[in-house]
């Protein structure tokens, strides 16, 4: 069990905390401020314990000088400001005078947002590649470090493996409830246990398949993935997402698990990808050379309804049809409606999916969504998370 940050006394103790302020900002306008609201109650309890609150975040890549102009986190302070009710000092530096001098001015309960942690990138990829002088310098700044940045806990970056190599550490509450939800269910999932996947290339979620075909009871497959698989089985599948170098897997796994790996049995086609396409729905047998697989059909909606109906557990990753277009959605859409309708409890992999599942209004009506795509899918691979696995464990 990690430490977190209820096992420390944070008064006046410069408390580091790495949160995910990695939000999408157009012109200077933050589109969606979820991410900045998640790290809230982590925040909220080190001001209310009077320590002084030192915030690092990175946000976008940062490759070139010209990057930093849309990938400050400036607009994230006044944001921050907004939702705590309380100046947020933000400092547009990663390193200097300025940025020290800020900090020792700090009082027990004020809020300190440095300057995005990738601008650090420019130089040698400092940030990425956890540059040991570059983590050091950061733990320099505090007396306790806290990750409670999920999405990037995957990762081992200055800002999050580094900084926990020099000082006391511990989780925050956003990743402790990631925890929480996913390590039962992958040690002890209540039956049956259905996993759905998928997006767009099997190679991504070969990891996951390897791990969880043993565990989970059904393993449902939809989406651009699903096509690499019907072509293993013989099936012509035209012009659809082929993953030529997954197709021995596919085979192998598909011979190993038959009953348990449940594929599509009818599919939405289009010509192109684009709204103005013309759409034909089919069996799996009657795909056209010149169409394109893009949603499952209504036979497999009903397929996979008939799973879902009896589960107790779902874990679910990747969206099942090209979503971002509406003659392509239906798939996915219907999946949240029997996913909310179901007994089970709906566990959601975060990133194209979490995205999925706002877009059409579903993100109330599951246990969990999870804040980070990447590092749902390592855990779900059965890997330990370097920017939780350095954290100190409870004695
Ligand atoms: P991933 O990041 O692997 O989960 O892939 C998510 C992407 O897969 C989404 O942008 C979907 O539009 C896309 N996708 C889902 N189904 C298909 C499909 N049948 N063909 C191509 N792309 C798809």
């Known amino acids: 069990m990690k430490k977190t940050i209820r096992n420390y006394r944070l008064k006046n103790k410069k408390v580091i905390i790495r949160v995910d302020f990695n939000v999408p900002i157009k012109d200077g306008i ?19 314990k009077g320590a002084k609150v030192i915030l690092i975040s990175h946000l976008g890549r940062v490759k070139t000088e010209e990057d930093k102009t849309d990938k400050s986190l400036k607009p ?10 309380q100046k947020v000092i933000f400092i547009p530096f990663t390193r200097g005078k300025e940025l020290e001098n800020a900090i020792n001015k700090m009082n027990n309960g004020d809020v300190l947002l440095m300057e995005n942690t990738r601008f650090e990138d420019i130089d040698n990829k400092k940030e990425s590649s956890n540059n ?15 990750n409670d940045a999920f999405a990037t806990s995957h990762r081992s970056h200055a800002s999050n493996v ?3 190599t020099h000082l006391k550490s511990g989780i925050g509450f956003l990743i402790e409830k990631e925890l929480e939800v996913f390590n039962p269910i992958l040690k002890r999932p209540k ?3 259905i996993v759905i996947l998928g997006g767009a290339k099997v190679s991504d979620k070969i990891g996951v398949i390897k791990n969880l075909v043993k565990k989970a009871d059904y393993i449902l497959i939809g989406g651009g993935m699903a096509y690499t698989f019907l072509k293993s089985e013989g099936y012509n599948i035209g012009n659809s997402l082929m993953d030529y170098d997954s197709i021995d897997f596919c085979t192998k796994i598909l011979k190993k698990y038959e ?3 449940i594929l599509p049995v009818d599919t939405v086609n289009g010509l192109e990808i684009n709204e103005n396409t013309s759409t034909n729905t089919c069996l799996i047998t009657d795909i056209k050379e010149d169409e394109i697989g893009l949603d499952i059909g209504p036979k497999t909606i009903e397929l996979f309804k008939k799973y879902i109906k009896d589960s107790k557990t779902v874990i679910w990753n990747g969206p099942v ?3 971002e277009i ?12 029997i996913l909310k309708q179901s007994n089970a409890e709906v566990i959601i992999g975060g990133g194209d999916t979490g995205s999925a599942v706002n877009k059409f209004e579903y993100s109330d009506c599951y246990k969990h969504i999870s804040t980070g795509g990447g590092a749902s899918l390592e855990l779900l691979e059965g890997r330990i998370l370097p920017g939780i696995s350095v954290i100190n464990d409870k004695q």
């Open 259 to 261: 009953n348990k790996i």
């Open 76 to 85: 994230v302070s006044e944001a921050l400001s907004k939702l705590l009710n």
């Open 321 to 323: 049809g090209y979503f």
């Open 132 to 146: 040991p002088e570059l983590g050091a310098y950061w733990a320099s700044l505090g007396d306790i470090f806290i």
């Open 191 to 193: 039956r049956p246990f």
């Open 30 to 48: 933050i589109q969606d401020d979820n991410r900045i609201k998640a790290s809230l109650e982590t925040i909220k309890y080190a001001i209310n």
């Open 326 to 337: 509406d003659k392509f959605a239906n798939g996915t859409k219907q999946l949240c409606e």
């Open 162 to 164: 580094g900084i926990a």
